[in-house]
């Protein structure tokens, strides 16, 4: 034998063999023997002891009898599954005695349905199965077609057939079904192949008919079993629903009172409700609806304690909180009252939620729990509330500019946070330029700032169009320019309102649906499209725009007149149309018109001498003082209440007359006397009056017909439209077809 053969058939040993050390291989000394590894001793699997219930089987039939009664029909049911004796005693029609008694184990349990046995009424009463994939917790009935499915297999087993398929295929025609969604039919897919099963074997017409009124009879009998089975249904789920309520209180009583056997009794009353996912019935230990046992309190108490140490851990952060924001309302109080006496302000000022994060303010506010805060405990921060106030506009002004240049360094010298990202995207700009620079291109009258949520366009174009003027966006705050940026409404407000802010007079405010925040330029944007803009109306100003600032403009007190709004007389080549200051032209050309481009009328000289002398309506060639539209724009609120103001009842800008109301029925002072009892904001400014100059421009005869047009749409009324309506239908000219004479004449006020 060779020795691959041999190698072949040796067996080969089961046993570990010892490794052996290469530098010991030779040594004298023997190794130690191996040691036998033993072999932990397997789990148990848990296996069911065979036989437990065969003693039922040998015991005598009247007391296995009297045990059954006590049982419900789903046991008896489930009793019958285990093996073919109990099935076959059971299930012995001699034996339904055991089916009843079992009946009436269950309250108001309804009757078999038609064709239903005990057995059957058990598994679609109670059985959580579904019938075709046996899926378990299957919960709801389908007691008019008698069966139980799960959603999988709803999709599949539920057909949906028309109300006039119903005399068509016999199967779905003699089938239960029900109504469902949009009125449709749903029958169980395999009654269906069951009942075309069974009329296929029917020969004869009188079958087929004696078979059809079998089945009407049968479904009108389900249907009408079938609501007292639902309404029993339903009391079971309620009942089910209190029992296992009634479980869980009672589980978590048990728990408070080992809780409070451990010294936590008092600390499970001041668990909050909210939020849900952190009260106390809601924990996970707690929730189950299951007795709670010695052995399961074992278990629990470690994490049980976690969670109420972590309570109290909760309880005392918000206690802590709510004495830092009741302390807020001195501080308020106390710097409210000292930025009324710099009135009236020509700068930016803080609001509380500011000046509440100065870091003397903050020093303050956060003392322990144990010492007494009050208007008092201000007094040393009063002096140098001025240096804050400066060093708060310096960081501000430091944020703006980040809009021009991302990269400007904090004020001690740092990098800025986004630094670093900015380097790795790429868009660190190739020039930086320096603080003199953006100094100068911040005030520079094209440099024009614009706000992501007031700016709404769409809002814009809805209030136009009901208005014929503009809502509070584009009209009022969407063209901003520095300084006057930086008072800014949205700046220091935000649109969410939380409740956690109604005792926090620093942030909460009653009369409108926003809070106060700490100001923030993140809803600011360079607009360049009304960049290009203003470089037309500096360069209509004969200023350079690379120099020019909004100052230089408003010093310079030019009127801007816009042909696109002109009308005409009845010359022909006379038109009138409104002058604007160039604040007001740029908005009007934002809102009015959409941001296109306007080629701006320049006034003459005697016609810019009478704007400035408030020059009265009457002749061509002067000025006439209008209101253009009945709606008034938020733009020419700009006055606050000084009484209500940094206070929670802090109202929003208001017009001259309706603050001076304000005041006298609010704070019930007859005579309001400016910068005591009302204020004008910083960086706001009021629309001066619409004036109207007469300018010598072509009469453009396609735009006097629609203007003519939209003047009896806008201006005619509904005794006009009443006189003139048969005539436009007999003409069929249209709604603007026949126009009565006094459209022809001059209209003082033209199309706008």
């Not at 192949?193 to 017409?205: F, P, S, Y």
Request: aromatic share 8%; hydrophobic share 35%; with cysteine.
């Amino acid at each position: 034998m060779d020795e691959a053969a041999h190698n072949v058939g040796t067996r080969r040993s089961s046993r570990k063999k010892t490794k052996i050390d290469a530098s010991t291989e030779d040594s004298e000394e023997p190794a130690p023997p191996a040691l036998k590894t033993r072999k932990a001793p397997a789990k148990s699997k848990g296996k069911a002891r065979v036989g437990k219930l065969e003693g039922l089987m040998l015991m005598p039939m009247d007391i296995l009898f009297e045990i059954l009664g006590h049982l419900r029909p789903l046991a008896i049911l489930y009793l019958s599954h285990t093996n073919k004796e109990f099935r076959r005693v059971i299930m012995n029609p001699s034996n339904s005695f055991i089916w009843k008694a079992a009946r009436d184990n269950v309250p108001g349990y309804p009757a078999c349905f038609p064709e239903m046995n005990e057995a059957q009424m058990a598994r679609l009463a109670f059985d959580p199965h579904c019938y075709e994939c046996y899926r378990p917790n299957c919960r709801t009935v389908d007691w008019r077609l008698l069966v139980r499915l799960c959603s999988k297999c709803k999709t599949t087993h539920l057909v949906d057939q028309p109300w006039t398929g119903l005399d068509g295929n016999p199967g779905q025609s003699l089938a239960l079904f029900r109504t469902a969604k949009h009125c449709n039919l749903i029958s169980f897919r395999g009654e269906i192949d069951h009942i075309t099963a069974h009329w296929a074997t029917l020969k004869t017409e009188e079958e087929k008919e004696s078979y059809r009124k079998e089945r009407h009879a049968f479904r009108n009998a389900v249907d009408q079993h079938a609501m007292a089975c639902e309404d029993w249904f339903e009391l079971q789920r309620l009942d089910r629903s209190e029992e296992i309520q009634q479980a869980r209180d009672d589980r978590k009583a048990s728990i408070t009172e080992k809780l409070t056997e451990l010294g936590w009794g008092s600390e499970i009353g001041k668990i909050p409700c909210h939020p849900s996912e952190e009260a106390f019935p809601n924990h996970r230990l707690v929730k189950p609806a299951t007795r709670l046992t010695p052995r399961i309190w074992k278990n629990i108490q470690p994490e049980m304690i976690k969670y109420m140490e972590q309570m109290k851990s909760n309880r005392l952060e918000r206690e802590r909180k709510t004495l830092v924001i009741s302390r807020k309302k001195f501080a308020v109080q106390v710097i409210s009252a000292y930025k009324k006496r710099l009135l009236p302000w020509t700068e930016v000022m803080p609001d509380p939620a500011n000046y509440c994060e100065f870091e003397p303010v903050k020093a303050i506010l956060e003392l322990p729990n144990d010492v007494t805060v009050d208007g008092s405990s201000f007094d040393d921060v009063i002096p140098e509330l001025d240096s804050l106030f400066s060093k708060w506009r310096k960081d501000i002004n430091l944020d703006i500019r980040r809009l021009l240049d991302p990269t400007q360094e904090n004020m001690d010298g740092t990098k800025p946070s986004n630094h670093t990202s900015l380097a790795a995207a790429g868009e660190m700009p190739k020039k930086q330029p320096s603080q003199a620079e953006l100094d100068q291109q911040i005030q520079l009258a094209t440099t024009v700032f614009r706000c992501k949520v007031s700016s709404n366009d769409d809002m814009d174009a809805i209030y136009h169009v009901l208005y014929g003027g503009a809502h509070n966006g584009r009209s009022a705050c969407a063209n901003l320019f520095y300084p006057d940026v930086l008072s800014h409404r949205c700046l220091s407000r935000t649109s969410t309102y939380s409740t956690s802010y109604r005792n926090d007079e620093s942030l909460h405010l009653e009369r409108v649906v926003s809070s106060r925040r700490s100001w923030t330029c993140e809803r600011l944007v360079v607009d360049e499209k009304a960049k290009a803009l203003m470089e037309d109306i500096v360069k209509f100003c004969k200023l350079d725009p690379a120099t020019a600032t909004a100052k230089d403009l408003d010093d310079l007190d030019i009127w801007l007149g816009c042909p696109d709004c002109a009308s005409w007389t009845t010359d022909t080549d006379k038109a009138k149309a409104p002058v604007y200051k160039w604040r007001a032209a740029i908005k009007h050309q934002t809102t009015n018109h959409r941001s296109r481009p306007v080629e701006w009328l320049q006034l003459s000289d005697t016609q810019a001498q009478e704007a400035l002398a408030g020059a009265p309506g009457g002749s061509n060639g002067s000025l006439s003082i209008e209101a253009i539209s009945p709606y008034t724009p938020p733009g020419d609120a700009v006055w606050a209440c000084v009484h209500c103001l940094d206070r929670p009842f802090e109202t929003e800008a208001r017009l001259v007359d309706t603050i001076e109301q304000h005041v006298t029925l609010k704070h019930e002072i007859a005579t309001p006397v400016v910068n005591i009892d009302y204020y004008k904001l910083v960086g706001s400014t009021e629309d001066p009056p619409t004036y109207r100059a007469t300018f010598d421009i072509k009469r453009d005869p396609a735009r006097a017909a629609l203007e003519n047009r939209m003047k009896a749409f806008s201006y005619g009324s509904m005794d006009y439209y009443d006189q003139y309506d048969s005539d436009m239908e007999d003409e069929d000219d249209g709604i603007f077809g026949h126009l009565p004479s006094w459209f022809d004449s001059d209209d003082e006020y033209g199309f706008y």
